[in-house]
């Protein structure tokens, strides 16, 4: 039974923790470059620097007493993110769609004072969201405004596509999408739906939430087979850059569609989860050894996403089939119509 | 490719560097590999009465060879007033005490305690034979001899064989003549004893007298028992003069080899020298600490023994811990378990060995209850983080005070042991899992709360099993093994026991998918 599970996955070429740790992690992120993407302002000077898109830097906060500035930082903005520096998996992250009679309000429609927001950024500072609880300090951003294409496919929060990223060669993709149950965050443990991203045409493959598979959003019910993701190659584009930019070889990029400005790089991870397998119910290990067999990495990102498009197409679609069924459902739907 | 090399030869070398100084240690220093091993202790008392005449006395006594396969513990030459020197030779040792002048009964005595030890013992040089010298009988008796020969020789084909049958036909309940003139039924056993020394001689065999005391516990004015040992051209073998059975019996102690004699007396009359012999029951692994640091083993005088006691068990605790990181790795890496702190589980692990097991349990679920209680208090107050786990801190030892009282007054002394468990790293629990619950929910502080007391059971279990103990103490070398282990858990790249089921819907599907 043991034996038999373990064949199984390893005939997937399912990547577990272990193997992820050391072939993976230890082997093409070197430690000292850990600050580059565990500092998330670092990050976003880089990536401004290559010439990627990124969430607006509307202020930042080092120290304890800068607090009391955090009134006048706030004032000409009606919206805005404020987060730990690094924080990572979403932790500590406030988001205000609005400000008015000195009052401000939660994406879910809960007014907070300016004293509960302080105390937020102070905990910040202190390190609370950080890893090893070490002093921390605040970004505010921009407010990033969801893409119509997305609009019933999340609860509360903004849909982020997680790319993983194995020697500038995008291999795998998914979208993370909020739900009632994860409390508007994107993460999967805590009850977020996982969509596979098809690398090829970004098409959504299958669906998953807390580990099983599902076939439309748990809260506002859309189903997920005629979803695909806008902007698909400019989005690979800028996944597949940031191994120039950070030199990490394996890396996870977390990229937004914002309504305005496109595909935005919100945050790199240098040690990126293997969920994304059960997103996609397909392993990683097959994947990385065809990037791994390749003997030199193209300098274009360009040429490695069509390497990437042409390699890790999905061999099929579990959605597709569904797809092509609501569509004649439609058809005959226009045609009784008419 | 080449690193990893390296690595698994510095691994199996780490591994039998450790493998092979428990095996010196157990080999050749005799350090036994379970801690209920047991030894008996024999201690041997020879008494010498005599009567002294008034001149000066000298006693000789022969005193029993150094075998390598025994370990002499003490040896004690207890009389008043006489002057006393060990003397050696021709392999053989002899004690011998002496006095100016000395008048009526006196008494000497010699004490031995003595133990069969474990160690593999090389072959030991063995004296050579002198050639046998033939015995001068009268005619009669060497006819009877001659024919006796003559009748165990056509039995016999060697020189063992031959001893064997010429004991047996000796010893034969039903004699003829000729045996029966031979052995003479009254004479004492050294007759007997000269008498198969004569016979082999006759026959060609170099023989001699060994003496030798059976080892029983209590007994009291034993004497020696008569033993013969041939030499068949490699060996020397011993073979009981009554029973012709060859090798030497158990418990049975070899005082002297040859026919010197036992004792000698000058200036004194009617000595004799009587045994008694007390047996006892020793720790092997006491024994062999005291025998090897009286002879100054490198590795014993240099190691953990040479501490003082308080030192000692001190190291006793230490010497356990890299059992539970193995706990830890194998908890994290082959399993999968999540812990809060990854060393945590190791020190809930040691405060449960002071506090046992179920008491420790819930004295810990009530600190850490507790603690998250008012520590969700003190996460309104507002404070900065070092204050915050500092507050934690005094919480948490006033909880630990609290439940000392309490616990006294209605009289669980179980609960005293309370202060074993470290209060720093309870604050810095109560901390972590209180800020796991506020960002992950309490579904996340209940998996890592389990796992993390999960992995210290299991640690403590380990921790607290008599065999675990006493082979990390008493050998060190151990922890090269272990070191060796972790080197290669820290390799394994397969998958985890808990990703079987994280990944479980995955390979469900794929097989249905197949059909």
């Not at chain 2, 080449?2 to 100084?21: D, E, K, N, P, T």
Request: a positive charge; hydrophobic letters at 45%.
């Amino acid at each position: 039974m043991l034996l038999t599970s373990i064949k199984r996955l390893k005939s997937m070429g399912i990547i577990g923790m272990n193997q992820r740790n050391f072939g993976l992690v230890s082997r093409y992120n070197p430690r000292r470059l850990y600050p580059l993407v565990d500092d998330k302002l670092k990050t976003k000077q880089l990536a401004q620097q290559a010439g990627i898109t990124v969430p607006k830097l509307l202020g930042t906060l080092h120290y304890q007493h800068d607090v009391k500035q955090l009134k006048n930082i706030l004032n000409p903005y009606q919206e805005f993110v404020i987060k730990p520096v690094k924080g990572s998996g979403g932790k500590g992250i406030l988001v205000i769609t609005e400000q008015a009679h000195n009052l401000y309000y939660k994406p879910s429609g809960d007014a907070v004072r300016l004293t509960h927001i302080e105390r937020h950024v102070s905990n910040i500072l202190s390190g609370l969201h950080s890893l090893g609880g070490k002093p921390d300090s605040v970004m505010i951003e921009s407010l990033i405004h969801i893409d119509p294409v997305f609009a019933n496919y999340s609860y509360e929060g903004v849909p982020d596509l997680r790319v993983i990223v194995l020697k500038g060669y995008p291999i795998m993709a998914m979208l993370r999408l909020a739900t009632h149950a994860s409390d508007g965050r994107a993460n999967l443990h805590q009850g977020a739906v996982g969509v596979g991203i098809d690398i090829d045409t970004g098409e959504a493959l299958h669906a998953v939430q807390y580990g099983d598979p599902v076939y439309h959003h748990p809260d506002t019910r859309k189903p997920f087979h005629d979803l695909t993701v806008p902007h698909w190659n400019k989005l690979l584009t800028l996944a597949a850059a940031c191994y120039e930019i950070t030199g990490l070889g394996y890396l996870g990029v977390d990229i937004v569609l914002d309504r305005d400005h496109g595909p935005m790089i919100i945050e790199l991870n240098a040690r990126p989860g293997l969920s994304i397998q059960v997103a996609n119910f397909a392993g990683l290990a097959p994947r990385v050894a065809a990037v791994e067999a390749l003997i030199q990495v193209d300098p274009d990102p360009r040429v490695r996403v069509e390497f990437s498009k042409k390699n890790f197409a999905a061999v099929r679609n579990l959605f597709r089939s569904r797809r092509k069924i609501s569509q004649s459902v439609q058809r005959s739907l226009s045609l009784t119509v008419s | 490719m080449q690193a990893q090399a390296r690595l698994y030869s510095a691994v199996l070398l780490i591994f039998f560097i450790g493998i092979g100084l428990i095996l010196y240690k157990h080999l050749a220093l005799g350090f036994p590999l379970m801690p209920d091993d047991k030894k008996f202790v024999w201690t041997i008392e020879a008494k010498i009465d005599f009567q002294a005449q008034g001149d000066p006395v000298i006693i000789s006594l022969a005193l029993p060879p150094k075998e390598p396969n025994l370990t002499f513990m003490e040896e004690d030459f207890a009389s008043s007033d006489y002057g006393f020197s060990e003397l050696t030779s021709n392999n053989e040792r002899r004690g011998q005490w002496s006095k100016r002048t000395a008048k009526g009964a006196q008494t000497a005595y010699y004490r031995l305690s003595v133990y069969e030890n474990d160690k593999l013992v090389e072959d030991q040089p063995i004296d050579e034979p002198e050639p046998p010298k033939k015995p001068e009988l009268d005619e009669v008796f060497l006819t009877a001899s001659m024919t006796l020969l003559e009748q165990v020789r056509a039995r016999s084909a060697n020189a063992e064989i031959f001893t064997r049958e010429l004991i047996q036909t000796l010893n034969s309940k039903s004699p003829n003549q000729n045996q029966r003139l031979l052995r003479n039924d009254k004479a004492g056993e050294d007759y007997k004893t000269n008498l198969i020394l004569d016979l082999l001689a006759l026959e060609g065999i170099s023989a001699r007298v060994v003496r030798g005391l059976f080892l029983e516990d209590g007994r009291r004015r034993q004497s020696l028992t008569n033993f013969v040992e041939i030499h068949d051209g490699n060996q020397w073998i011993l073979f009981n003069q009554d029973t012709g059975k060859s090798g030497k019996p158990k418990n049975f102690l070899i005082w002297q080899h040859g026919g010197q004699s036992l004792l000698d007396v000058v200036g004194g009359k009617n000595s004799q020298v009587s045994f008694s012999i007390i047996k006892n029951t020793h720790s092997t692994r006491n024994l062999v600490v005291n025998s090897s640091q009286n002879k100054q083993a490198a590795i014993i005088d240099f190691s953990i023994y040479s501490l003082p006691i308080e030192q000692q068990n001190a190291f006793k605790m230490i010497l356990l811990l890299p059992i539970g990181a193995l706990v830890v790795v194998i908890m994290r890496i082959l399993v999968g378990i999540r812990t809060s702190g990854t060393f945590m589980p190791i020190l809930i692990a040691l405060a449960l060995i002071q506090t046992t097991l179920v008491t420790g349990i819930v004295i810990f679920l009530i600190v850490v209850g507790t603690g998250l209680m008012i520590r969700s208090y003190l996460s309104r107050l507002n404070l900065l983080l070092v204050a915050r786990i500092s507050a934690v801190i005094i919480v948490v030892i006033t909880i630990i005070a609290s439940i000392s009282i309490i616990s006294n007054k209605l009289g669980l002394s179980q609960a005293l042991t309370v202060t074993f468990f470290p209060m720093v790293i309870l604050a810095w629990t109560i901390e972590r899992m209180s800020v796991l619950w506020e960002e992950d929910g309490p579904r996340e502080v209940l998996i890592q709360g389990a796992g993390s007391l999960l992995t210290a059971i299991i640690a403590y279990l380990f921790m607290t099993n008599r065999t675990v103990e006493y082979l990390t103490f008493n050998f060190p070398e151990l922890m090269l093994v272990n070191l060796a282990l972790i080197l290669i858990l820290g390799q394994y790249t397969g998958y985890r026991l808990t990703e079987l089921y994280r990944f479980h819907t995955m390979g469900k599907r794929h097989a249905v998918d197949k059909h």
